[in-house]
């Protein structure tokens, strides 16, 4: 069973937005193996966006992702990675589609509710910086 980490960003967990969320992941067969509402520091922030480091948009990406509680989880199931990221929909909300989380809910490509490992190697590396209890 594939294992990816996902995370519901400030303005997912500011608009109620948990539940409904989470409900789209469980219902089509993923289950939480672990999960915790947490503020996130700068050094994490930065950690954890470290790719984007040198990207224009990395001092808003990291100022949004620090201003409130995020609900971190880890996700199980087969090919978790692809189903979720398929499940959230395109990072660019004018690119998402309706019927995705972020097509259904997102207003701005920063503020775009939810993050999601991209490839194997990005699940090992974000669940390993997030639960490292794990
Ligand atoms: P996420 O999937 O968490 O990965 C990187 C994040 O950077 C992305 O979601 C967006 O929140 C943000 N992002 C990506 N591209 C842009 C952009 N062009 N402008 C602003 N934010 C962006």
């Known amino acids: 069973m594939e294992k990816t980490f996902?995370?519901?960003?400030?303005?997912?967990?500011n608009r109620g937005l948990i539940g409904s969320i989470l409900q789209r992941y469980e219902q089509k067969g993923l289950k939480l193996?672990?999960?915790?509402?947490?503020?996130v520091s700068k050094e994490l922030a930065e950690e954890h966006y470290r790719e984007h480091s040198s990207k224009p948009f990395f001092n808003e990406l990291v100022e949004y992702i620090t201003s409130g509680p995020v609900?971190?989880?880890?996700?199980?199931?087969?090919?978790a990675i692809k189903l979720v990221r398929l499940l959230n929909g395109a990072t660019k909300v004018e690119?998402?589609?309706?019927?995705?989380?972020?097509?259904?809910?997102?207003?701005?490509?920063?503020?775009n509710l939810v993050h999601?490992?991209?490839?194997?190697?990005s699940a090992y590396r974000e669940i390993k910086l997030w639960f490292p209890e794990l």
């Open 95 to 111: 690119e998402a589609l309706p019927g995705t989380i972020r097509g259904d809910f997102a207003t701005s490509t920063t503020h």
């Open 6 to 13: 996902v995370m519901i960003k400030p303005d997912g967990v």
């Open 33 to 39: 193996v672990a999960a915790k509402l947490t503020k």
């Open 116 to 121: 999601a490992s991209d490839s194997p190697e």
């Open 71 to 79: 609900f971190a989880m880890v996700l199980e199931g087969e090919n």
